[in-house]
């Protein structure tokens, strides 16, 4: 596929992705979702890489869906569209490698509700959060009523969901909807940083916490612990991570994965 609004840089196993629509500050348009579905599929193809990194161009990160292609667009239609969004979002947790948000500016809307579908959010200092559907006579479509309380309580999302506040990075930290915040240079700079770091631990076992987590949260607790016990268990063994890892730590070295 020839990307348009994707751009992506892969380095030392990292692959940074860039939005980059900034006239429309990089409003999200089914092009957009096209583009995204072929490169999740790409990258998870892709056994080199270990960590993928969202980010956007300009001074958005991602001010919604896109407004223009939406108004015209029938009950039917709308609903194709918020599945269309709901189902590139959910690839992002059913992807075996870590998804991190690097939030550079404006998360309004579907923008908020990709950052939200990664595994975990970092944010520079200007970025300004909000889910302003009801300003548009809307509500979230990609998953947004769902993933918000899940993140910061029911409390703080149906605030931020029925009053269309847009609220800055020291307010979206203390509710948990971001892990950290950067000054706005220094913001890719610490991403990556983690991302190595990341990059450096057992493979396997990164890919079986988020599986555990994410599936997890789906289930009761019992089975949860039915789940954890069993992944735990595939990593122990000759030939497998938990074995290398632990073996590598007894004698006083770095593991080689
Ligand atoms: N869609 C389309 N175009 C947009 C969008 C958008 N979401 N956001 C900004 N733009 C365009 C503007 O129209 C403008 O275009 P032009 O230059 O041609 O006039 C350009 O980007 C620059 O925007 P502004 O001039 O408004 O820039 P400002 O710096 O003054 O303001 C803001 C920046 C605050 C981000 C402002 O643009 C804004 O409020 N944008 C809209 C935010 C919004 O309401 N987002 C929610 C959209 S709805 C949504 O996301 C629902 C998701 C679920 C959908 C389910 C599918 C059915």
């Given at each position: 596929m020839n990307y348009e609004i994707l751009n992506t840089e892969i380095t030392d196993g990292i692959a940074v992705v860039t939005i980059s629509r900034p006239k429309a500050m990089n409003a999200l348009n089914t092009r957009f979702f096209n583009e995204m579905d072929q490169l999740v599929a790409e990258i998870s193809a892709?056994?080199?890489?270990?960590v993928m990194i969202i980010t956007g161009d300009g001074k958005a990160f991602v001010a919604g869906a896109d407004i223009a292609e939406m108004v015209n667009k029938n009950g039917e239609e709308g609903t194709v569209f918020s599945e269309l969004g709901q189902n590139t979002f959910s690839s992002f947790g059913r992807m075996d490698i870590p998804v991190i948000a690097a939030i550079n500016g404006f998360a309004l809307g579907g923008g908020l509700e990709l950052a939200m579908g990664c595994d975990f959010r970092f944010a520079n200092t200007k970025a300004k959060f909000g889910q302003p559907e009801v300003s548009l006579g809307l509500i979230p479509g990609y998953a947004g009523t769902q993933r918000l309380p899940r993140l910061t309580g029911m409390g703080d999302a149906l605030y931020l969901l029925m009053t269309a506040d847009m609220i800055n990075a020291d307010e979206a930290l203390r509710i948990g909807l971001v892990q950290k915040i950067f000054e706005p240079e220094m913001l890719m700079e610490e991403t990556l940083k983690v991302a190595k770091l990341i990059a450096s631990k057992g493979p396997e076992a990164i890919k079986k916490v988020k599986k555990v987590v994410r599936l997890g949260m789906e289930m009761s607790f019992t089975d949860g612990e039915k789940l954890e016990a069993t992944e735990f268990g595939t990593l122990f063994g000759e030939g497998n991570e938990g074995k290398t890892g632990m073996t590598a730590f007894l004698e006083k070295r770095k593991p080689s994965w």
């Open positions: 892709n056994k080199h890489v270990k």
